[in-house]
């Protein structure tokens, strides 16, 4: 297997060093002097002059300089690395048997006002060594996807010496138990593909991966080399509609669409802890989710076919999955695979095809795990078949009260409740295109439809679904949106706020288990103790009562939840209601003995009693704890706005 990392370059002197570290100190000492025995002096862009007789040292790799001090004899030194983000040491080698160590003057100054006694302390040898860096900035670790058994801990982006315990520990616990007592999804090898493995692509993103390294991180930022990987049919498309793009597994997806009457530019640019500027932006593509239609290209969502020659596939699938699978051929199942404990390690949706035939969709970044995890525990049966068919689909959400119009007239069939329930998959004819897998479910409690459509057939069907819902008010949308209308309905996602040590009875999904379906399931005997003793944590919905949007800090995850004052547990993602008009941040409460620190039984009593704050930044805002989405105020507007667009179809 190819390992994600990337030898930092030796020697790289830029024009930006000259411009953002004004002022160094070199501080040499003879090999073998005595302690103490050192010399200063500053250098400045004026001092060095390169072999090659370029004195404007715009760009220079690996040579030979030359240091001139008038109280100094000239001398040659090497330059084995610089880097030149963030302040951090930079190693030369004298040619003529000096160790140097060139140092930032305001880092110096700092180490040596925190720890005087550093000003004592003798180089006695510097060592210069390759440095592995990884396409996120975080370290790999974890379970090879392809050979079972083998582990790697590798690419610690020069934080080895920090993260070397915690990761040992976790690598440890995982070869000799199974699992990491702790969540390390974000370290998880499995996180990437074959597709981050290109070469190139690991030269251009670890290029910009070393300076942002010791850079500020704001919210949702992106980062902008490897992009254009994976593409769905409809991108080009999309790009000149004004659409703007985040990258998840090497995927390309809509943010957001940006008006013609908007400026691109400071879009791009604007960064920032507050309101950001597309708020406008997305708050009017939600509006159009709840009271016409939208179209959101889903096409990165992971897809796998499980097949089988008999009833290999079912008997699998019931052992995998929590939820009961043995439905009647076009329904829909919203379940999770468990592993023993009880915890998620996918949350997926399955449609049933045909009696042997089932249809899986799940995050996609779980495209890696969730085949290597069914590939560990389903047998070895050449009458069952697992394919990722990820690439042979593009996926579009059709969100709003009018997809219902828009799709009936496309396919010429009724696509009422009546005929065509919740949580039902029916393969129609869409325009020209035949062989579309409409399912009634967005993925977000809207009502609407997924179309999972054969490549060939997306842009065909695309541009018949825009054409048909102009009478309708159709217009693009993007994640954003998606997120929005998620989370005021408090619909929970793996990655975010699911992980391999959440339970189904944690947050709050106990329909979604089966525990008397007729057989086991992996992690019913752990969910059996847990229903019995309690669970820990519960999640937890918060509504923001004193938040100012236009003026405060915004809550992107991560905050500490108090209860009563006390510390409770941590935000697991948070956005922005354009219903509720307040903020919506998800999280799990813990109940912490107050004398012992030991965590204790987590009841829907407990929750409801308490008065919660949500600390952003410092700062502690008022909230309102819900175990259940506010559905009254949803429900009353829906059924005001289907009057109201009904009475102007009629019109």
């Given at each position: 297997m190819t390992i994600m990392s990337c030898v930092c370059l030796r020697c790289y002197l830029l024009k930006a060093f000259s411009r953002r570290v004004p002022s160094l100190i070199f501080v040499t000492t003879p090999r073998g002097?005595?302690?103490?025995?050192?010399?200063?002096?500053?250098?400045?862009?004026a001092n060095w002059v390169a072999d090659s007789g370029d004195e404007d040292l715009d760009f220079f790799v690996g040579w030979h300089v030359r240091l001139k001090k008038k109280f100094l004899e000239s001398r040659i030194f090497f330059v084995n690395m610089v880097f030149y983000s963030g302040f951090i040491f930079f190693y030369i080698e004298e040619e003529l048997g000096y160790d140097t160590v060139l140092v930032s003057e305001p880092l110096l100054s700092s180490l040596l006002r925190r720890m005087p006694e550093l000003d004592t302390l003798e180089i006695m040898k510097l060592v210069n060594c390759p440095e592995t860096f990884t396409p996120d900035m975080r370290c790999i670790l974890g379970e090879s996807p392809l050979v079972q058994g083998y582990f790697v801990l590798a690419g610690m982006n020069s934080a080895g010496i920090s993260f070397g315990g915690g990761a040992g520990r976790y690598l440890a616990e995982w070869m000799v138990h199974g699992y990491p007592s702790e969540n390390?999804?974000?370290?998880?090898?499995?996180?990437?593909?074959?597709?981050?493995?290109?070469?190139?692509?690991?030269?251009?993103?670890?290029?910009?991966?070393m300076p942002l390294?010791?850079?500020?991180?704001?919210?949702?930022?992106?980062?902008?080399?490897?992009?254009?990987?994976?593409?769905?049919?409809?991108?080009?498309?999309?790009?000149?509609?004004?659409?703007?793009?985040?990258?998840?597994?090497?995927?390309?997806?809509?943010?957001?669409?940006?008006?013609?009457?908007?400026?691109?530019?400071?879009?791009?640019?604007?960064?920032?802890?507050?309101k950001p500027d597309w708020f406008d932006i997305v708050e009017s593509e939600v509006k159009c989710c709840k009271e016409a239609v939208c179209v959101i290209d889903m096409s990165s969502f992971t897809k796998f076919e499980i097949t089988s020659t008999g009833d290999q596939a079912l008997e699998v699938l019931q052992y995998l999955f929590s939820n009961d699978l043995d439905v009647p051929v076009g329904h829909i199942v919203h379940t999770g695979m468990l592993n023993e404990g009880g915890g998620y390690e996918n949350d997926c949706s399955i449609a049933r095809l045909s009696k042997r035939s089932f249809f899986m969709i799940s995050p996609t970044d779980q495209q890696v795990h969730c085949w290597a995890w069914l590939k560990k525990h389903m047998p070895e049966d050449s009458n069952l078949l697992l394919e990722d068919v990820t690439w042979k689909y593009t996926a579009l959400n059709l969100i709003g009260p009018r997809a219902v119009d828009v799709l009936s007239e496309l396919s010429y069939a009724p696509m009422t409740p009546d005929h065509f329930p919740s949580l039902f998959c029916k393969e129609m004819s869409v325009g020209y295109a035949n062989g579309i897998r409409v399912m009634s479910m967005t993925h977000t409690g809207e009502p609407g439809f997924m179309l999972y459509i054969p490549i060939e057939y997306a842009l065909h069907v695309y541009n018949e679904v825009m054409s048909v819902g102009q009478k309708y008010g159709i217009r693009n949308a993007g994640y954003y949106a998606l997120r929005s209308l998620r989370i005021e309905k408090f619909f929970a996602f793996w990655g975010q706020d699911l992980n391999t040590l959440t339970t189904p009875l944690e947050c709050g999904r106990e329909s979604r288990v089966k525990l008397e379906k007729g057989m086991d399931f992996m992690g019913r005997d752990a969910l059996l103790q847990q229903k019995q003793n309690g669970v820990y944590k519960r999640l937890t919905m918060f509504i923001l009562d004193d938040h100012d949007t236009d003026l405060d800090l915004w809550p992107w995850w991560g905050e500490p939840i108090y209860r009563n004052g006390q510390y409770a547990g941590k935000t697991t993602s948070s956005a922005y209601s354009y219903t509720l008009e307040r903020h919506v941040c998800l999280g799990f409460v813990h109940n912490f003995s107050e004398d012992t620190g030991e965590e204790q039984v987590?009841?829907?009593d407990f929750i409801n009693r308490g008065e919660y704050e949500i600390d952003i930044a410092g700062h502690r805002f008022q909230a309102k704890a819900k175990l259940y989405p506010v559905t009254s105020l949803f429900t009353h507007k829906r059924r005001k706005d289907d009057v109201e667009l009904s009475d102007l179809h009629g019109k």
């Open positions: 002097a005595p302690r103490g025995q050192s010399t200063e002096f500053t250098w400045s862009k390390i999804w974000e370290l998880d090898l499995k996180r990437f593909g074959a597709l981050q493995s290109s070469r190139t692509f690991l030269r251009h993103r670890v290029m910009e991966v390294l010791y850079d500020l991180k704001v919210p949702r930022w992106d980062f902008q080399t490897g992009r254009q990987l994976r593409t769905s049919p409809l991108y080009d498309r999309l790009d000149a509609q004004g659409a703007r793009w985040m990258e998840k597994h090497g995927f390309e997806r809509p943010k957001y669409f940006v008006p013609p009457d908007k400026d691109l530019l400071a879009l791009e640019q604007s960064k920032t802890f507050y987590v009841t829907a």
